[in-house]
């Protein structure tokens, strides 16, 4: 164990799942933020137990090949982004190590060579589709912005790199309006004020909802505010969401629509989608429709087959799968959800897709208890990976082709271990850079069910040659095997 307080000159060799870069004192590891690998620095032990030891950075010796200047000044603080001092090519290489790394931790058997490049952005700034902001005060000056690194305190921003101009504009003007109004924002400490936090979503054609996330439904110059955010070309709905509670959540369970009509439309392959303000619809608009196109890719769906899709949120994957199946049926969680989903069908004229909303792991055995099976199925479950139950149904449903989507390489590791277990081999493996600048990568793993043989081929060579059973010896076996029975 090393002492707190040590300062040593080390060389990073590698990152792990965070971002930190990972170094080695006497074989002792140490995890040091804001370091790449290839790094030289000199570094001061912060923290340490029997396990590994945690350093800053003192001073850089020798930056790596791989070290850019950060395009934003407020990474240092700010936890949106963690690899912005890092070329984006080797990000790319960095998020495939991740899963490759995940998956032999798990021990799957695959091939390294299955697992494709990373697919990135050809400009991997401006993608972001919704931004969620914390709003407080410091030194009675309102702060609007995300979270500092590891903390609730928040990095006062004009502008994010990785969210769009127009949120940017909107961020600037909300700040300026509640000045003007005396609206105060909320205090966790003291827990009084109004505001909590803004939540920005745009579309492709750079429509914006504005959430504004209070206390109490009403405030001193509420509807003033209203009237003048309306005025902002690029607001199409406004809409207060009620969080009273002391809980870090962003959001509460209450919406009222204060302007139009609270909800925003955008587009993926040529499908219309309508997203509400708790729905779920992936951030980056240009990535997804890569991997939602990968995963229907690796589907193969055929017009005869039923296709699952579970965790299907607004019926994205659902919508696409179904202009080549037989029938969709889609599983999820939230049922605001399942309303926009049933209402996108609609809306894209598709008839063959059914939604159900409700726990995963309690409707997909319901349904295979009813005898409806897949012969492929899609899931996309949340970061906590999928349940057991519905791990365990997909091995006794055993479709021939299984496509898991994921947000998180470790759970993904582990559920297609699992599957493994289940009589699935991986097939192919495409990492996506979803989230440009930070350590998250999302992949689409293509999986094939291996069919247990149902015949043995015995190959018999009649004649009297060695090795061969001559045919009286044939003939009297048979003869015995009648008087026996």
């Not at 003291?190 to 504004?212: A, D, F, H, W």
């Not at 309303?339 to 319901?366: C, M, T």
């Not at 599957?419 to 094939?448: A, R």
Request: proline residues 3%; neutral net charge.
């Amino acid at each position: 164990m090393l002492e707190i307080g040590l300062v040593k000159e080390v060389e990073i060799i590698d990152m792990n799942h965070t971002g930190q870069g990972v170094a080695k004192i006497n074989n002792f590891v140490v995890f040091v933020s804001d370091a790449i690998t290839g790094d030289k620095v000199k570094i001061k032990i912060t923290d340490t137990n029997k396990n590994y030891a945690v350093g800053e950075i003192i001073s850089i010796i020798k930056p790596s090949e791989f070290r850019i200047e950060p395009h934003c000044p407020h990474f240092q603080q700010c936890g949106g982004c963690q690899l912005m001092h890092m070329d984006y090519k080797e990000q790319l290489k960095y998020k495939r190590d991740r899963v490759i790394n995940e998956f032999r931790r798990a021990k799957v058997n695959f091939e390294e060579s299955i697992v494709n490049d990373t697919i990135g952005m050809d400009e991997p700034y401006r993608y972001r589709n919704k931004t969620a902001f914390s709003v407080t005060e410091k030194n009675n000056e309102i702060q609007i912005g995300p979270y500092e690194q590891s903390t609730y305190n928040t990095v006062n921003i004009t502008s994010c790199l990785i969210q769009s101009k127009a949120a940017d504009e909107v961020v600037i003007i909300f700040k300026n309006l509640m000045e003007k109004y005396n609206i105060k924002a909320y205090d966790k400490k003291t827990r009084k004020g109004i505001v909590r936090n803004i939540v920005i979503r745009n579309n492709q054609k750079s429509q914006l909802m504005l959430i504004i996330v209070t206390t109490t439904e009403n405030f001193q110059n509420k509807e003033l505010l209203v009237n003048e955010l309306s005025q902002i070309q690029n607001i199409i709905t406004i809409v207060q969401n009620i969080n009273n509670k002391d809980t870090n959540l962003i959001m509460g369970r209450k919406n009222i629509t204060l302007y139009g009509e609270s909800t925003i439309i955008d587009t993926i392959d040529d499908l219309s989608f309508t997203i509400s303000p708790e729905t779920f619809f992936q951030i980056n608009p240009i990535q997804t429709e890569k991997l939602y196109q990968t995963a229907i890719e690796y589907a193969d769906i055929d017009k005869g087959d039923v296709c699952f899709d579970i965790y299907c949120g607004i019926g994205t994957i659902s919508l696409m799968a179904a202009k080549k199946a037989k029938r969709v049926y889609g599983i999820e969680l939230v049922e605001r959800s399942i309303i926009n989903a049933r209402e996108n069908a609609k809306k894209n004229n598709i008839s063959n897709v059914e939604f159900y909303a409700g726990k995963a792991e309690e409707i997909l055995p319901k349904l295979y208890k009813q005898n409806i099976k897949a012969d492929i199925i899609i899931v996309d479950p949340p970061r906590k990976g999928c349940e057991k139950e519905v791990i365990d149904t997909i091995i006794s449903m055993s479709p021939e082709r299984l496509v898991y989507v994921s947000c998180n390489p470790s759970t993904l590791a582990r559920d297609v271990k699992l599957l493994e277990y289940g009589g699935y081999n991986v097939i192919k493996v495409q990492p996506v850079d979803q989230f440009s600048w930070s350590v998250h990568v999302e992949t689409v793993v293509s999986l094939s069910h291996k069919k247990a043989d149902t015949h043995i081929n015995i190959n018999v060579e009649f004649g009297d040659d060695k090795g061969q059973i001559p045919i009286d010896t044939i003939a009297r076996k048979a003869e015995e095997s009648k008087k026996i029975i």
